[in-house]
């Protein structure tokens, strides 16, 4: 049995508190090795080492011959020593070490939220139309397009705020996967689900918040977003220009007095192919193809 060292990552991850967790990167690297993986916080005697950029420890690249080594980031950066690890693991389209795990696949499959598009089955359609229209869940300011945008948009709509910026409703304490979190975002026609930052593949969990509640989710952030989500699921703003703004302001409009139209948007399948392009074992696969090079 091969052992896993973990370094840098962020708060309960390895305890499984927080819905990203290690469980994902387990089962990951178990499909890779074909055996079962197990954690432990003995350097000397682990095979295997994963790393972060959440935390402030020293890398433990360096420390001891390892069999690969593995930097994951969730986020849109990653540490100075990217060239040097077996394979990263992150929001960038696969070249060189580098392999395309979007945060959004880590996060489905922790909370089992499958979007997967059943074939032969039949699947009630969602014909009931939400009775409120906008609401926002954003805590960090940071995030210029994002605000300049919704600063826009609010001269249209009346917009209800749940996190920490621009609040004007109870804050939403509850986790993003939970029942109660998509209870309070199922009451609307649309929700804002824009990235801090725009960021080759770059793909976060918010987007899924609306395809889990069932409304349309209004997204920036990748370009390259309809390559992974079915761009006729969401309303993609490509843009925060005036006149792109002017565009989804009036398509928005339009969804809200078609209830039919609205309707087969939000029926259509979440990802592009009716599949997850990067499934846990799409990722593995690519994985197993880089490190037999090494």
Request: hydrophobic share 35%; charged share 25%.
């Amino acid at each position: 049995m091969l052992k896993l060292f973990v370094n840098n990552f962020w708060n309960g991850f390895i305890e499984k508190t927080d819905v990203n967790h290690i469980g994902f990167f387990l089962d990951l690297f178990k499909l890779v090795y074909s055996q079962d993986i197990q954690y432990s916080n003995n350097l000397n005697e682990c095979d295997i080492l994963l790393e972060s950029v959440c935390g402030f420890n020293q890398t433990m690249l360096f420390k001891k011959k390892w069999l690969h080594t593995y930097l994951f980031s969730g986020e849109h950066h990653l540490n100075e020593h990217r060239d040097f690890y077996t394979c990263v693991i992150w929001g960038e389209e696969s070249h060189g070490n580098i392999v395309d795990l979007p945060l959004y696949v880590v996060y489905t499959y922790c909370t089992g939220f499958e979007f997967d598009k059943i074939e032969n089955i039949n699947v009630p359609i969602t014909t009931e139309i939400p009775p409120k229209d906008i609401c926002c869940v954003i805590s960090d300011v940071r995030g210029t397009s994002r605000n300049y945008f919704i600063d826009q948009l609010e001269k249209h709509f009346k917009i209800d705020h749940y996190g920490r910026y621009k609040n004007n409703m109870p804050l939403i304490k509850s986790k993003y996967n939970s029942k109660d979190f998509s209870k309070i975002i199922s009451q609307y026609k649309f929700v804002l689900t824009f990235e801090k930052f725009r960021v080759d593949t770059y793909i976060t969990e918010k987007i899924t918040h609306g395809f889990n509640a069932g409304n349309i989710p209004i997204y920036w952030g990748s370009l390259k977003i309809g390559n992974y989500f079915n761009p006729k699921r969401f309303i993609n703003v490509t843009d925060v220009d005036n006149d792109t703004i002017d565009v989804i302001i009036k398509k928005i409009k339009f969804l809200m007095d078609k209830p039919d139209l609205y309707n087969a948007i939000r029926n259509q399948s979440v990802y592009t192919n009716g599949k997850n392009p990067r499934s846990i074992d799409i990722v593995a696969n690519d994985i197993k193809k880089l490190i037999c090079k090494f």
